[in-house]
């Protein structure tokens, strides 16, 4: 994730796709592993803040994770930027 991020791939990817869904490959036991779902609030152009979602590894694969709870966090962050900006 972190050579996306200095390549600035991670960030494009997130203003297309507005979300960002992680595993961490530490530390080695699964168990102990978390995943993140990150969805961005923007405020016209720019990004204000995330609504993420972590959690262990062993509870909820990262695939069915995305599937049950991206598009309500979607939905969220748009109803934030909406009170953000007025609309």
Known sequence: ALKLAHSGALFR?????RYCA???RQPTSR?????????PIFEHDRIVGTLSLNFFAS???L???????LADMQ?????????LTGD
């Open 31 to 39: 168990r102990d592993r978390i995943s993140t779902i990150a969805v």
């Open 13 to 17: 990817d997130i203003l297309r796709d």
């Open 59 to 61: 509870v909820m694969r």
């Open 22 to 24: 992680l595993e961490s």
């Open 75 to 83: 939905r969220t962050a748009r109803a934030i930027e909406a009170s």
């Open 63 to 69: 695939s069915d994770a995305v599937k049950t709870h």
